[in-house]
Structure formats: C-alpha cells, structure tokens
T-cell receptor
Framework: DVKVTQSSRYLVKRTGEKVFLECVQDMDHENMFWYRQDPGLGLRLIYFSYDVKMKEKGDIPEGYSVSREKKERFSLILESASTNQTSMYLC????????????FGPGTRLTVL | DAKTTQPTSMDCAEGRAANLPCNHSTISGNEYVYWYRQIHSQGPQYIIHGLKNNETNEMASLIITEDRKSSTLILPHATLRDTAVYYCFCFGANNLFFGTGTRLTVIP
C-alpha cells in the first residue's frame, strides 16, 4: 500500500512564526503536492513538485514556499505565519504523469493564533 | 483549465444506487475526469478516472457523456460507509483544481 505521512496531525503556531510542514512518501513517486482545504472552498493547490529540487506554483502560492531536497520528502514552509493560513493542509504524491492517481496523507490541521 | 460544478449535497438510501453528477463544460481534450472522496478527518481517496470511455472498477462506475461536458459517478449499492464528500475534477498538465465537492449522505 502507498503510504503518505505528514509530520503532525495538529499544530498550533503564533502569528509571525516560521512553520514547517513535512510530508514523506514511500512509493518512489516523482510528483508531490501540497493543498489546503477550507470550508466552502474545497481543496486548493499551493505548490507541486515533479522532481527533486523542482517546484511549480499552484493556485494559491502566496505566503508559502516549498523544498524538495530528496525524492521522498516534500516540505511546505510558511515563512511568517498569519491567521488566514489557519487551515487543513494535505500532502499528496503521484506518479510521473500529471494524470497519475494522487495518494493523500491524513492532513495537518494548522491553527495560527 | 476546466473547472467543475457539483451539487452541494445529496442523500441516498442504503442499498440503492447513488448517482453523483458533475459538470465540466470547459474540459479540454487532454484532460481526464477524476473522482475522489473524502471521509471525515481523512485525506482524499482515489475512486476512479476516465478520459472518454465509461469506466468501472470495484468501487464505482464512471459515465462520461459523449461531448465530455459532464459525467456521473455511480456507486451501485451505497452503504453507510460511503457517506463522504465526493470531488470531481479535471486533471491535465496544468490543472489541479478540486472544487468544493458533493456531500453524500447515505441514509439507513
């Protein structure tokens, strides 16, 4: 079974803090994705990566950055957390084609106070 | 990039077929139609996908209209464990937009 794990299920941070969300996949997938999910807005893509050290902006990249130093690990970074970044963050991984199935992690619920 | 529209919510009686519609009128030729579902407090789970032809797997069937502007996900015998939010989206080289989904409630 494909396994995508995220470093925390719940996280509480203060405004202005730097926040790291980590995601690890064990299926040697080329593609990895970060989404946020908010009530009434569904899932929105923040960034994705199709290879080590490669990244592409998604629909809502502002306020976020990413890092992919190893194939299995994709990190989402909030340089200076703000209250409007309180959300559920979901990581996914998938094969080398954009149309390959994505496998999701359990999510991290981030609260920024 | 094709955006999708789905009804906000639907109910289905246990044991009956659940038919979930999705409109994607601006879909382009190289975009696939994907369906995922998300059970409360879990990450989305892949169900099925297709390009032009109808597809069936152990979980569901996907019916895509000939003009590809809409599709229907069919759960042939809904169970209480199928209660979830179902997302339809069109997935091409540059489009990864999920939308808000349909909340399906299976009623005993």
């Amino acid at each position: 079974d494909v396994k995508v794990t995220q470093s925390s299920r719940y996280l509480v941070k203060r405004t202005g803090e730097k926040v790291f969300l980590e995601c690890v996949q064990d299926m040697d997938h080329e593609n990895m994705f970060w989404y946020r999910q908010d009530p009434g807005l569904g899932l929105r893509l923040i960034y994705f990566s199709y290879d080590v050290k490669m990244k592409e902006k998604g629909d809502i990249p502002e306020g976020y950055s990413v890092s992919r130093e190893k194939k299995e690990r994709f990190s989402l970074i909030l340089e200076s957390a703000s209250t409007n970044q309180t959300s559920m963050y979901l990581c996914a991984s998938g094969g080398g084609l954009p149309t390959d199935t994505q496998y999701f992690g359990p999510g991290t619920r981030l609260t920024v106070l | 990039d094709a955006k999708t529209t789905q009804p906000t919510s639907m109910d289905c009686a246990e044991g009956r077929a659940a038919n979930l519609p999705c409109n994607h009128s601006t879909i382009s030729g190289n975009e696939y139609v994907y369906w995922y579902r998300q059970i409360h407090s879990q990450g989305p789970q892949y169900i099925i996908h297709g390009l032009k032809n109808n597809e069936t797997n152990e979980m569901a069937s996907l019916i895509i209209t000939e003009d590809r502007k809409s599709s229907t996900l069919i759960l042939p015998h809904a169970t209480l464990r199928d209660t979830a939010v179902y997302y339809c989206f069109c997935f091409g080289a540059n489009n990864l937009f999920f939308g808000t989904g349909t909340r399906l409630t299976v009623i005993p």
